[in-house]
């Protein structure tokens, strides 16, 4: 007999009901007509609270995230998010705060993005920071605006080109594009760091910067950093940092003091606020005292020879601020996690955060290089990059990989990324993930590799224990199905569609 599955769709019954109103306390009112609804109210579903209850909990269940699995995506760094960080960002004055409130009111609160602000320059080596930007990619933008801000207010209206290496988050040339500059490829060298000559070819009066990411996009450091530092300066340039992968150098090495001029902080990424769903993320951003003047407001100040009866910390605007970048004060919630984060392991557990996320990536390297060429043979940071090419097995993909590791329990790396590694698996098993897992992750790996050479048809399938299975992606994305309709429902049935259907109506939901 087959397992029972409940239906997805179509629960409504008439006469059922799933809530009891309290009775009407207030004086009653008549609704504006315009605010009336003229439609046929039989339409709306009538359901039990038990029903409305399994359906949703049904659904979130066919969903994996970071509590659940481990989740090694590269680049993105989906670690656990300590459940202290929900409390913080749930006290009162926190969760109940209102952006219009007076600062008088909001002492408590300016004080933590007061304290975040030091924190995250003390730990970046930086002279000043907002917390504005309401992503790494708006970070991003907010960087190259305070540059062009910076060489205008200089009267070098040339400087109209931004570099931007070959190995690099997408979001990066997108960026440079948007501000109005232009892109300018760098290509990386046999060790996965900048070209030097590619870069001196290339460096120019028209230069306005350098975009990059360190620990780059192949998980490795830059070994020249200072050196591309030195002469991005001399050409009148200034250094942009992308904090992606700052989660590999916390406490180790500052940006700052090896030349970097701005950089954007992902707190979803580095310091553990939720980054399922896309987000809700955070990107504050840090800069020398030479950008300072130039950051988007408002920044939080504090006045210590305030009185009682004064509001010590309050709100101000650089000189020349770009302007804001997020209404109000940015993802509020995100910064208490991050505080929390930072309160709660001191300096000596940022350090160590980031020496056991390099010391995981290096030993699920070693473990797996006989079987999965590495992109670069050398020690990587946080995150290694591996080739989905497996001998013996000529027709295996990385596809197929990442979608029978998903028969084994695990989500899958990051696949296809960064561009310049063919066949790229980018694994990122983070500090969070204990040997034991990773030892389990390491054994799926290499049977998957065993698999691939003896009936490489059984990747092809993969996965085959999952409600949806390979979608057709293009598909997705040129005709989404964002709602449901029980005539185009009725027809995929037909079609022998329809469980397909119905199971990704139920993720959209």
Aim: net charge negative; with cysteine.
């Amino acid at each position: 007999m087959d397992t029972y599955e409940p239906p997805i769709f179509e629960l409504s019954s008439p006469g059922k009901h799933g809530a009891n109103l309290p009775e009407l306390d207030v004086p009653a009112a008549s609704l504006p007509t315009n605010l009336l609804r003229n439609d046929d109210l039989a339409a709306m579903p009538e359901l039990s609270e038990v029903e409305v209850i399994r359906h949703f909990t049904r659904i979130s269940q066919r969903n994996v995230c970071i509590d659940t699995v481990m989740y090694p995506l590269g680049s993105c760094t989906m670690k656990y998010n300590p459940k202290i960080h929900e409390e913080a960002a749930r006290i009162a004055g926190f969760a109940m705060a209102h952006p219009m409130q007076g600062e008088n009111l909001s002492q408590g609160a300016l004080q933590m993005m007061y304290e975040l602000q030091h924190y995250l320059g003390e730990i970046s080596g930086f002279d000043a920071v907002s917390l504005q930007p309401a992503a790494g990619a708006q970070g991003e933008l907010t960087g190259i605006l305070v540059f062009r801000a910076y060489h205008l207010d200089r009267g070098d209206t040339e400087r109209v080109e931004v570099l931007v290496p070959d190995a690099a988050h997408g979001t990066n040339p997108a960026t440079a594009a948007m501000a109005g500059l232009k892109v300018i490829e760098i290509k990386s060298d046999d060790r996965g760091n900048v070209d030097m000559d590619d870069l001196k070819a290339k460096l120019s009066p028209r230069t306005a910067g350098l975009m990059l990411t360190n620990p780059n996009t192949v998980g490795l450091f830059e070994e020249q950093i200072q050196e591309v530092s030195r002469l991005v300066h001399e050409a009148g340039g200034l250094m942009y940092g992308d904090g992606a992968n700052f989660n590999a150098i916390l406490g180790i090495v500052k940006p700052g003091a090896v030349g970097f001029d701005f950089m954007h902080y992902n707190l979803h990424k580095t310091f553990t606020t939720p980054h399922g769903g896309g987000g809700p993320g955070s990107g504050a951003v840090g800069c020398t005292a030479e950008l300072a003047p130039f950051l988007p407001g408002p920044l939080v100040a504090y006045n210590e020879k305030a009185t009682a009866d004064d509001n010590a910390y309050h709100f101000a605007y650089p000189e020349k601020s770009i302007g804001q970048m997020k209404t109000f004060w940015g993802n509020f919630g995100m910064l208490v996690r991050a505080w929390t984060y930072i309160r709660t392991l001191g300096a000596e557990g940022l350090r160590e955060v980031s020496e056991t996320a390099v010391l995981n990536a290096n030993y699920i390297r070693v473990k797996l290089k006989d079987i999965y060429p590495q992109s670069f043979d050398r020690i990587c940071m946080h995150e290694s990059v591996l080739k989905g090419q497996i001998e013996g097995a000529p027709d295996v993909r990385t596809l197929d990989i990442a979608k029978r590791l998903i028969d084994y329990g695990f989500h899958p790396p990051t696949v296809y990324f960064p561009l310049i590694v063919p066949e790229a698996l980018m694994i990122e098993p983070t500090e969070t993930e204990s040997k034991r897992n990773m030892d389990f992750f390491i054994e799926a790996m290499r049977r998957i590799a065993a698999e691939a050479r003896e009936d490489s048809d059984i990747l092809h399938e993969a996965p085959t224990n999952t409600p949806v299975r390979r979608l057709d992606e293009a598909r997705a994305a040129r005709q989404p199905v964002l709602k449901y309709d029980k005539v185009k429902f009725d027809k995929l049935r037909e079609e022998g569609e329809a469980r397909v259907h119905e199971v990704n109506m139920a993720s959209v939901i």
